[in-house]
């Protein structure tokens, strides 16, 4: 019997997932059938419809586990954030490029928002407002909605333009943007 969670239902899902993210690097999401993703992972479609209902609830599932894996790249659990989070995420992304390249670009321009994020993710908030210094919870959502716009806005260009720079390269564009140590603004009070 498959159990969730056993040896060979986590084999058979991340076989369904290895086949769907190679898919998704040859064309839109709207072309893939379950069909296609059983002949390729050698499954029946009762095997694919046990562990999912549809191309887009397996696609939600990678949505999350992308999230909780871009969740873990930046915090550690009861001990804040991790150093080198940006490089760390630009070199999730540079590995699952077909993926981000379709979630961020295709699906008509999706961001990394806070409304958009899934439970796992949101469930998180809590404990980064006191670790970020951030004095409400509603600040932080502002902030990071701020932040997350841009940041999507950059990703879709890295993955848009090939992923030219190093994954280093990127962590030092996204750090001096967000800690720049120039002064930007003229006070008018003078």
Not at 96 to 124: C, I, K, Q
Not at 155 to 160: N, P
Not at 162 to 182: D, L, T, V
Request: net charge negative.
């Amino acid at each position: 019997m498959n159990v969730k969670g056993n040896q060979r239902t986590v084999q058979t899902e991340n076989k369904i997932k290895w086949v769907f993210l190679n898919l998704l690097g040859e064309k839109d999401i709207s072309r893939i059938s379950v069909s296609e993703i059983c002949s390729r992972a050698n499954i029946h479609r009762t095997t694919f419809y046990v562990h999912y209902k549809d191309v887009a609830d397996l696609m939600d599932h990678l949505v999350a586990e992308m999230y909780q894996q871009m969740m873990d790249i930046f915090m550690e659990e009861g001990k804040g954030m991790r150093a080198h989070g940006f490089r760390k995420l630009f070199e999730l992304v540079g590995q699952h490029r077909s993926f981000f390249n379709m979630y961020l670009g295709a699906m008509g321009g999706v961001n990394l928002t806070y409304d958009r994020l899934p439970v796992e993710l949101r469930d998180n908030i809590d404990k980064i407002v006191p670790i970020m210094g951030f004095a409400s919870r509603e600040e932080l959502l502002y902030h990071q909605t701020f932040f997350c716009e841009g940041l999507s806005a950059v990703i879709r260009r890295w993955v848009r333009e090939g992923c030219k720079e190093s994954p280093e390269e990127m962590e030092r564009i996204i750090q001096a943007e967000y800690r720049p140590n120039r002064e930007i603004f003229v006070s008018s009070e003078n």
